[in-house]
């Protein structure tokens, strides 16, 4: 499976961003997707995740409330919309797939990852 992120960009705070994440190659089998992001000098951590039906969905404490995790499965794609955005958002952004129907915030359990794609909220 490969990953495709993109959307990121510099935003106000309290603005809005939407990032895409396109997959292709081994589509065909369930999968999870999560979102995960790292900020200058932290360690990456868990954001989103989503089941394969997208009807599962997991989010951090911090980002609870503002942002929502979706997929399009036609169309391979899963969405993450961020809404509020606070400049502690700011990072670069990394989707993931794992080949399980078992949700986790593990990033160490997903299989596949994006490139990343930069978030900036200025304050």
């Known amino acids: 499976v490969q990953l495709q992120a993109c959307g990121g960009g510099l935003v106000q705070a309290g603005g809005s961003l939407t990032l895409s994440c396109a997959a292709s190659?081994?589509?065909?089998?369930?999968?999870?997707m999560g979102w995960f992001r790292q900020a200058p000098g932290k360690e990456r951590e868990f954001v989103a995740n989503i089941g394969w039906s997208g009807r599962t969905t997991d989010y951090a404490d911090s980002v609870k409330d503002r942002f929502t995790i979706s997929r399009n499965n036609a169309k391979n794609t899963v969405y993450l919309q961020m809404n509020s955005l606070k400049p502690e958002d700011t990072a670069v952004y990394y989707c993931a797939a794992r080949l399980s129907i078992i949700p986790t915030r593990e990033s160490d359990s997903y299989n596949y990852w994006g490139q990343g794609t930069e978030v900036t909220v200025s304050s």
């Open positions: 190659g081994r589509t065909n089998t369930p999968y999870i």
